[in-house]
């Protein structure tokens, strides 16, 4: 598990507390706070502390890892592909949990398209100021498969490894579909609750709230219509409803870490996603707006001497 963060911790502690063989690879400041105090997980699915979880530091990998499960920032991608290299072997099968595809393209760039999985996650986890995992929600479920479809005997291994740990993990038949719908969705709450600073609810009851997101919406489906992935009826319902909901508290993510002052995911969620337009759809004014306007607080972010953030 590359890094034991909110999510690698989370879902790399599962599965070593269901007695799966488990290595977390961490800098060396995470790796003295795990032997100081265990990986702690605080969950409404069930509290855990796991003493001394195995750990290494890149400079210390020299064999080759089965399956490594890649939970990292997206601004911290290019750093992890080079600390984990190490572990890559010929028969090894790369999981990323990020959002978006261009850690895709950059894994397969690196490592060969026949080592890459597709991979999601939905959680909502952070790590509080003691170093342990606190699950925020009742979600906690891990979906990959092949990013050509269909099930394979890797991914059904894979599966097997992951019965019994306290998570829903899933093989998937259509993994690139099932993440492309998330990057719809996603790049909508991002970019409409970054831009506006506020929750789902407080945009909807604002005069002309509704049609922004819907028109907002409207953009980053057509995205992934043009790349082959319009959304499936079912899904489409599903989140126009959750992103119009009256009196929804519902933000991303991106937008916590605004109000934070931390770096964000800025071009991974929203720049990419345009540059993936179809030339007849390069207007996309609401995404661009939202882009430039996450594009300013990055810039503001960077000449902050006093702005930290938390990977």
């Known amino acids: 598990m590359v890094g034991a963060g909110a999510i690698g911790g989370y879902f790399g502690g599962r599965l070593l507390e269901a007695g799966r063989d488990v290595t977390f690879l961490v800098r060396p400041r995470r790796a003295a706070q795990l032997a100081a105090t265990g990986l702690i997980i605080k969950s409404a699915a069930g509290d855990a502390t796991l003493s001394r979880p195995p750990t290494v530091l890149a400079e210390h990998l020299a064999t080759p890892f089965d399956l490594i499960l890649l939970s990292c920032k997206a601004y911290d991608l290019a750093g992890a ?4 290299a190490p572990a890559v072997g010929p028969a090894t099968a790369i999981l990323p949990l990020l959002n978006g595809m261009r850690h895709i393209d950059l894994l397969v760039e690196r490592f060969g398209a ?6 999601q996650c939905i959680i909502a986890a952070t790590l509080d100021e003691t170093g342990a995992i606190r699950h925020l929600n009742q979600d906690h479920e891990l979906t990959f498969g092949e990013r050509g479809g269909g099930l394979s005997d890797r991914t059904r291994a894979i599966a097997r490894v992951m019965e019994g740990a306290r998570f829903t993990a899933r093989a998937s038949e259509q993994i690139m579909q ?7 969705f996603l790049a909508t709450l991002a970019g409409s609750t970054c ?6 609810g407080d945009i909807v009851q604002s005069t002309g709230g509704r049609e922004f997101l819907l028109g907002l919406l409207a953009e980053c489906r057509a995205i992934a219509e ?15 409803a959750t992103l119009t909901a009256t009196g929804s508290t519902f933000t991303a993510s991106m937008l916590r870490d605004i109000e934070r002052q ?3 995911e800025a071009d991974h969620i929203i720049g990419d996603l345009i ?3 179809r030339p007849s759809e390069e207007a996309l004014p609401l995404l661009r707006l939202a882009f430039t306007h996450l594009q300013a607080y990055e810039a503001r972010l960077k000449r902050t001497p006093s702005a930290t953030g938390k990977n």
């Open 81 to 84: 592909i080079v600390s984990f």
């Open 114 to 119: 026949e080592r890459v999985l597709g991979g």
């Open 178 to 184: 099932e993440m492309w719908e998330k990057w719809v």
């Open 195 to 200: 831009l506006m600073r506020a929750a789902i």
């Open 226 to 240: 043009g790349a082959g992935f319009a959304q499936r009826p079912a899904f489409a319902e599903r989140i126009q």
């Open 262 to 264: 931390a770096p964000i």
């Open 275 to 277: 540059r993936r337009a």
